[in-house]
């Protein structure tokens, strides 16, 4: 069925903005833990007060568009978007829509494939709302705070990609300082549009509104639910409504929030308060190459002082804990390609920043590993094995690391003579479809023969030991 079906995603990204204060206001943009403590007669919407805008989130949103590849548009205006809420006290949200800062661009995910940009705007954040007890409190601190929309094409067509483009994007954010990227403060918050289309059906697909994901995971499970809800109705033949939902982490199923409003709902008209904002062409391009400079300088000043290829420094360069990691070590042992080429294979394995923080992985740890690796005492898929049995283990701050490896390693195999009975009984075992494909049963015997003997074995050597003698 599924395959008779076109999946369209789409996401909003809400990004607050590090500045000392609010988008209009001089009220301080800080997270805080005790409720409406930074608040003015502006944030809170009192008639006659008058916004002013922070010329620094100007700079961001510049600097942003340069991230994405895009540029910034000579003009750009804002506008009042109305609906009536509790957590938005002057019954409308000041934002940009015809105008924005800027339109077009891409983010270009780990798997090599661009999700388009369709627009960023610049707008206010609304005051938190949440329940207690059966009453509903207001928390005014957040009203005003400085947001960045970053609204996607909905050219996403998984789960998968739409977890991976998430991911990219929060550490664009938080390498360059834009935002913290905290999606558990808020820093950081997703809306995903899901639509489903039945090929074969005359049924109209409608926009699934999906509100406020702040994490990544959710953001799957909510897809792969709301893909799966989707199909259902599709098989039933029966039309779905246009509505917005949001995503139970308890129940694992999304549920309606409220019907979908329409543009002409919330009666846009431009903020005569706030004036156009016009950027030249000179200014521009001042920006442009120093936001450049700056991205430039880590990696291309890392592959110059290394001598190592820009595509090993490319994947850790995106997580500013692991750099940091990865020079702590290279200090230490000037073997940089050795260093980062382990780090990159395994970038996913060490991507959980919380266990970098931790006694247990300490540079001095992992130095010890990668020298051994270096020496060819072990491999490199040893080397892993090891280093995540070595997490497992309980009680890891008591444990001594060298002595668990000492322990738990064997030495490499150098010499083929040692293990040929075993090489011989395997080929053996395998010989009619030796004769077929040899290449392919090479690369199959291989893997065999590695996990016989624990990896004790370089794969390149074994794999040239079987092309030569058998």
């Known amino acids: 069925m599924q395959s008779i079906v076109n999946i369209k995603i789409g996401i909003e990204c809400h990004i607050q903005i590090k500045s000392q204060s609010k988008l209009f206001s001089k009220s301080k943009n800080k997270y805080e833990m005790f409720n409406n403590t930074f608040i003015n007669s502006v944030d809170l919407g009192y008639p006659g007060t008058l916004p002013s805008l922070n010329k620094q989130i100007i700079k961001s949103a510049v600097y942003l568009c340069h991230l994405i590849h895009t540029q910034a548009n000579y003009r750009s205006c804002f506008i009042r978007k109305h609906y009536f809420y509790a957590d938005l006290p002057k019954s409308y949200q000041i934002t940009q829509l015809r105008e924005p800062i800027s339109k077009g661009g891409f983010i270009l995910l780990d798997t090599h494939k661009k999700v388009r940009i ?15 007890s059966s009453y509903n409190y207001i928390d005014y601190n957040r009203s005003g705070v400085p947001l960045i929309e970053l609204i996607t094409v909905p050219s996403i067509r998984n789960d998968l990609d739409a977890m991976s483009f998430v991911k990219t994007l929060k550490n664009v954010v938080e390498n360059s300082k834009i935002s913290t990227g905290n999606m558990n403060e808020g820093a950081l918050r997703i809306d995903i549009n899901v639509s489903l289309q039945d090929k074969s059906s005359i049924l109209t697909p409608q926009k699934i509104e999906i509100k406020n994901l702040n994490s990544v995971k959710f953001v799957g499970q909510a897809i792969r639910y709301e893909i799966k809800r989707q199909l259902s109705y599709i098989k039933k033949r029966k039309s779905l409504k246009t509505e917005t939902r949001f995503w139970n982490v308890k129940t694992h199923k999304t549920h309606t929030l409220r019907s979908k409003e329409i543009a002409n709902d919330y009666r846009y008209i431009y903020d005569a308060n706030i004036p156009t904002i016009n950027l030249s062409f000179y200014y521009l391009n001042k920006q442009k190459v120093k936001n450049l400079a700056i991205l430039k300088d880590r990696s291309v000043a890392l592959s110059k002082i290394f001598y190592i290829k ?102 490499q195999i150098t010499r083929m003579s040692l293990i040929k009975n075993v090489i011989t009984s395997i080929v053996n075992s395998y010989k009619p479809d030796m004769n077929k494909n040899k290449l392919k049963m090479i690369n199959f015997l291989t893997g065999i023969i590695l996990k016989k003997v624990d990896f004790c074995i370089d794969p390149k050597q074994m794999k040239m030991f079987l092309i030569n003698n058998y």
């Open 118 to 132: 369709d627009r960023i705007q610049i707008e206010e954040d609304t005051a938190k709302s949440y329940y207690k």
């Open 310 to 411: 820009h595509h090993l420094i490319s994947l850790i360069i995106k997580h500013k804990i692991m750099l940091l990691y990865a020079l702590n070590i290279i200090k230490e042992y000037n073997r940089p390609s050795i260093v980062l080429s382990w780090l990159t294979d395994n970038t996913n394995y060490f991507i959980n920043l919380r266990k970098l923080d931790t006694p247990t992985l300490h540079p001095y740890n992992f130095l010890y590993i990668i020298r051994l690796l270096d020496k060819k005492l072990i491999s490199k898929h040893k080397s892993k094995k090891l280093f995540s049995s070595f997490l497992k283990v309980k009680e890891k701050k008591s444990l001594n690391f060298k002595k668990f490896i000492k322990k738990n390693v064997k030495s």
